[in-house]
T-cell receptor, first 115, second 115 residues
């Protein structure tokens, strides 16, 4: 079955540091890939997504590139801010599920940015 | 103008009680879901409904019974609550066009605490 392996946390960085959160996946077919963010006490928000190989998703300074050859979708940001502190989830979905679509999530990575 | 709204946001109840969580989406999406997030932040699908029809039931105890009166609503009823049911429950919806899934929108979650 489909699975997502995500970098273990927690991750603590200083403000303006570079961020990479690793994500690799196992799936049959050609899944869509997502990064969701959960800020403290809040629900899940879509951060970015990519639907096919070599697509780059980007939002709020975050980027991730769909790498089919390495089955990866690593999240990157060049300069993090305190407001980026949250839990980040990598996820995949088989878009051609014929009604059986579901998101399969990684375990989440807690990111804390210190001033 | 909340896209996916859940009520209540917090629910504290005693073991053995029966409780319901309601979810409504105003996005016109065809498919709705319930996900459970445990204390370690791990997210796992419980159910999905497509146009009021149950599609996915991921080996959830039959104490959990989803009900979809129309495609804009998916409620979750839980009988005989147990301590292990304590979690955050997220409702979500998605839209498929020609069997292609265009993405998911999540509600803000219901934190259920069983004491």
């Amino acid at each position: 079955g489909d699975s997502v392996t995500q970098m273990e946390g927690p991750v603590t960085l200083s403000e303006e540091a570079c961020l990479t959160i690793n994500c690799t996946y196992t799936a049959t077919g050609y899944p869509s890939l997502f990064w969701y963010v959960q800020y403290p006490g809040e629900g899940l928000q879509l951060l970015l997504k990519a639907t096919k190989a070599d697509d780059k998703g980007s939002n709020k300074g975050f980027e991730a590139t769909y790498r089919k050859e390495t089955t990866s979708f690593h999240l990157e940001k060049g300069s993090v801010q305190v407001s980026d502190s949250a839990v980040y989830f990598c996820a995949l979905s088989d878009p051609y599920g014929f009604g059986n679509e579901k998101l399969t999530f990684g375990t989440g990575t807690r990111l804390t940015i210190i001033p | 103008d909340t896209a996916v709204s859940q009520t209540p946001k917090y629910l504290v109840t005693q073991m053995g009680n029966d409780k319901s969580i309601k979810c409504e989406q105003n996005l016109g999406h065809d498919t709705m879901y319930w996900y459970k997030q445990d204390s370690k932040k791990f997210l796992k699908i419980m159910f999905s409904y497509n146009n009021k029809e149950l599609i996915i039931n991921e080996t959830v105890p039959n104490r959990f019974s989803p009900k979809s009166p129309d495609k804009a609503h998916l409620n979750l009823h839980i009988n005989s609550l147990e301590l292990g049911d304590s979690a955050v429950y997220f409702c979500a919806s998605s839209q498929e066009i020609g069997n292609y899934n265009y993405g998911y929108t999540f509600g803000s979650g219901t934190r259920l605490t069983v004491v």
